[in-house]
C-alpha cells in the first residue's frame, strides 16, 4: 500500500571531532545566531578536565557563562537542575561530561526548555545518547524518559577523552553499546514483519554498514588508545545521528536493551556500565535470534569487554542475570522484540546463559 507518512528528521548541526578542538566553539555558538547566553553543565570529575577549560574558552571570546555541577544524575534528582537552568534562563546549555550529564542535559530540554539549543561535549565514550534525541534516567534503574531535540553540535575533543582515568574500560563499553545494535537491528526487523511497526530500510541499511565497518576496524583501533577513542566515537554517533533522522528509538534499542535495564534493576547497586551490560544482552540475544554469538562475542574479547558474568567489575550472582533474563520482556512492554509478549522460562533463561557462556 503506498503511503504518505511524513517523516521529520531532527539531527545534529555540526559534529567536530579531533585533537584540541575546543577553541572552535565559540564560532560553533556563533553560528547559531544567537544571543549567547550560555550555561555549562557539567560534573563533579570532569569540571576540571573539560568544564573549566570549555568555561576558559569562552571566556577569552567574552561570551557570557556560568556553569551548574551535576552530582546526581537519576531521575530523582533531576528536577533541581531543571530549576537551575530555568532560573539562568540561557540560550544555550552546553553538556560536558559523560553519560549521566548529556542525559540531563537533555532532560532540562525535555521539562519544556525546548527553546534553549543544546551543545554535547563528551568526555568519554559511554553510549550513543551523546547525539541522539532520546532520554534514560536511573529511576532507580535505567528507564526511557522521552526525547528532546538532539544536540545542535557536538564536539567530540579526543585530548580530552584520552584523559578520561578508566579511558580502556570505557571505550570497551562504547564498543558494547554499539555491538548492541546487531540485536537491536534485528528485533526492528522483526516487528516490522511480526506487527509491520514501522521500518526504515534506508536506516537499518546504513547502521548494517556502519556496524560492519565498525567491527572491522575495532580491533585493530583498539591498539592505539587515540584511534580507538576516535573509531568509538564517530560509531557512537553515527548510531545516535541515525536515531534521530529515523525518529525511532529502535535504531539502537532492542531485546538487548531491555535485558541490561532488567539486570540493572537486579542488581541497581553494582558498579557496571550501561556498555557492559548491553555487551552480555547482545550476546544472550544474537543466540536467541538465531544469529552467530560466537562472532559478537570474538569482538567484545578483542575490545576487553566483559563476555562473562564474572569479567565485571562487581560480582553479579547468576541468578541475577536469569531472573533478569524472565523479566525483561516486561520492561518495555510496548516493543515487540524477540522475546516476545511472555518472555522466556526460567529453564529456558539457564540454557540460553550457559549454552552462550554467559554463565559458566
Ligand atoms: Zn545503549
Not at 71 to 88: F, G, M, P, R, W
Not at 101 to 108: N, T, V
Not at 192 to 208: M, Q
Not at 280 to 304: D, R, W
Request: glycine share 8%; with cysteine; hydrophobic share 40%.
Amino acid at each position: 500500500m503506498p503511503t504518505t507518512e511524513i517523516l521529520e528528521s531532527v539531527v545534529p548541526r555540526s559534529i567536530i571531532i579531533g585533537k584540541s578542538i575546543l577553541y572552535k566553539l565559540p564560532n560553533v555558538i556563533h553560528s547559531l545566531g544567537k544571543q549567547p547566553k550560555v550555561l555549562i553543565i557539567t560534573g563533579t570529575h570532569t569540571k576540571s578536565v573539560a568544564g573549566e577549560p570549555v568555561y576558559s574558552v569562552l571566556s577569552s571570546q567574552k561570551i557570557e557563562s556560568e556553569m551548574i555541577i551535576v552530582e546526581n544524575s537519576s531521575l530523582e534528582s533531576a528536577d533541581i537542575y531543571v530549576d537551575q537552568v530555568k532560573q539562568y534562563k540561557p540560550d544555550i546549555l552546553i553538556s560536558v561530561g559523560g553519560g549521566g550529564i548529556i542525559d540531563i542535559s537533555k532532560y532540562c530540554l525535555f521539562k519544556n526548555l525546548h527553546k534553549i539549543e543544546l551543545i554535547s561535549i563528551p568526555t568519554a565514550t559511554p553510549h550513543d545518547g551523546i547525539a541522539s534525541p532520546f532520554i534514560f534516567l536511573d529511576d532507580p534503574t535505567e528507564k526511557f524518559i522521552g526525547e528532546c531535540r538532539p544536540p545542535v553540535a557536538i564536539l567530540a575533543d579526543v585530548d580530552i577523552i584520552l584523559q578520561h582515568p578508566d579511558l580502556l574500560r570505557y571505550l570497551a563499553a562504547g564498543v558494547g553499546d554499539t555491538i548492541g545494535k546487531i540485536t537491536a537491528i534485528w528485533d526492528w526487523k522483526y516487528a516490522w514483519r511480526i506487527k509491520s511497526v514501522k521500518f526504515s530500510r534506508f536506516v537499518g541499511g546504513v547502521l548494517e554498514n556502519a556496524d560492519t565497518l565498525f567491527q572491522n576496524q575495532v580491533s585493530q583501533a583498539l591498539l592505539d588508545p587515540e584511534h580507538a577513542v576516535q573509531v568509538v566515537i564517530k560509531a557512537l554517533l553515527i548510531a545516535g545521528v541515525l536515531m534521530g533522522t529515523s525518529n525511532d528509538i529502535r535504531v539502537g534499542y532492542g531485546s538487548e536493551h531491555m535485558i541490561s535495564a532488567a539486570l540493572h534493576s537486579e542488581t541497581p547497586d553494582a558498579k557496571i556500565l550501561h556498555g557492559e551490560r548491553i555487551a552480555l544482552g547482545t550476546i544472550l540475544m544474537a543466540h536467541l535470534q538465531g544469529q552467530n554469538h560466537n562472532h559478537v562475542v570474538e569482538i567484545l574479547s578483542k575490545a576487553g569487554c566483559p563476555t562473562n558474568l564474572s569479567d565485571l567489575e562487581d560480582e553479579i550472582p547468576p541468578e541475577a542475570l536469569i531472573t533478569a533474563l524472565v523479566k525483561a520482556h516486561k520492561i518495555n512492554p510496548k516493543m515487540y522484540t524477540i522475546l516476545g509478549k511472555t518472555g522466556l522460562t526460567e529453564a529456558a533463561a539457564w540454557n540460553l546463559a550457559t549454552e552462550t557462556g554467559v554463565i559458566d
